[in-house]
């Protein structure tokens, strides 16, 4: 019996297959091609081989766009992994040696995650290993989490709210809210803090469609408390520094706080949830060694602050809270919204 046809077959199948998934992660025949130094007849004939050889329809194709049928999207879950495994087998197998000389790691973040969560767990990757190219998207939750489902980065690290079928959450570390005044604040003096004592004073707040800002006003609703709101800006930084100017007050995350402000600080997590950060991946993705170990580094370097108290849900005021939350902008997560 003559197996040479079965062999040819199995031979080509990785083409195939790469085609179809750099074709399924550009939403394009002409952006596949491109991206693997071949012409589009080429990346579609290794398409239609696919689809003969398993006789579905992996695209639905309407004119110069194309969309995953379910059979596509069932095929690609399965292929993806392969195909990447395959294309940095070379990689994989210095790693496992203990060698790790080249490469890049593409991570997505928001500006908050950035400053405060990554810098210094970035900082001991690259020293480990510095031929490693490094990546950093400054996005927000929604571009980030775009460019996870399409691969377009190895990992993204922010906060969750709620965790959406296809990602997997894995959270690092967490952090208490924290209202922040000037030192010659008349709350700065005071031992504890309610929010009647925040009420009367003028809030500072990231902009309204954000979650802080909903947050916010949902908590003081919980308690039927009026408040005020002074001052909207974008970013802890500049929030910070108006506050040390006296415009107003702020409710934060303590994450930004690096205990240099010129500012006084008073726990609010009585009232409002803490705030984890970690690791966001597709499932099914691909793990580089890069990610992998980079990955290793950050839970490493936060493991003495890892606690009982990790699960987004942590501090929340009650299943009322967290009903409330749903579907809701984060300020600094990774659901489809701004972090």
Not at 5 to 18: D, F, H, S
Not at 63 to 74: L, R, V, Y
Not at 112 to 133: H, Q, V
Request: aromatic share 8%.
């Amino acid at each position: 019996m003559n197996s040479t046809p079965n062999l040819y077959y199995k031979q080509n199948r990785l083409k195939q297959l790469r085609a179809f998934c750099h074709t399924a992660r550009a939403g394009s025949i002409t952006l596949a091609a491109e991206t693997l130094f071949l012409s589009q007849p080429s990346v579609s004939l290794q398409i239609q081989a696919l689809e003969r050889e398993f006789g579905v329809t992996v695209f639905e194709r309407r004119g110069p766009h194309i969309k995953m049928t379910p059979e596509g999207e069932a095929l690609y879950k399965l292929a993806e992994p392969l195909v990447e495994g395959i294309d940095k087998l070379h990689e994989s197998f210095a790693a496992s040696y203990g060698k790790l000389e080249s490469g890049e790691l593409d991570i997505a973040a928001g500006e908050s995650t950035i400053l405060y969560i990554l810098a210094e767990p970035l900082r001991l990757f690259a020293k480990a290993y510095p031929n490693i190219r490094l990546k950093l998207h400054n996005v927000t939750g929604r571009d980030g989490m775009s460019m996870l489902r399409a691969d377009d980065v190895d990992l993204a690290v922010g906060s969750m709210l709620e965790v959406p079928e296809e990602i997997n959450y894995r959270p690092v570390v967490t952090y208490d809210p924290t209202l922040i005044a000037a030192q010659d604040h008349p709350l700065a003096h005071k031992e504890t803090v309610t929010l009647k004592d925040i009420g009367p004073h003028g809030l500072i707040l990231p902009p309204r469609h954000l979650s802080t800002w909903r947050i916010v006003d949902l908590v003081f609703r919980q308690y039927n408390v009026n408040y005020k709101v002074a001052l909207e800006a974008g970013g802890w930084e500049v929030i910070k520094k108006y506050v040390e100017l006296g415009l107003g007050i702020s409710i934060v995350t303590d994450v930004c706080l690096t205990g240099d402000e010129r500012l006084a600080c008073k726990s609010l997590v009585r009232y409002f949830p803490k705030r984890s950060y970690g690791i966001v991946l597709r499932q099914g993705r691909f793990l580089s060694p890069q990610a992998m170990r980079f990955i290793d580094i950050l839970q490493h370097y936060y493991l003495g602050e890892l606690g009982d108290g990790v699960s987004p849900e942590a501090g929340m005021v009650g299943s009322e809270f967290e009903e409330a939350l749903s579907g809701m902008p984060d300020a600094e997560g990774w659901s489809d919204r701004k972090f």
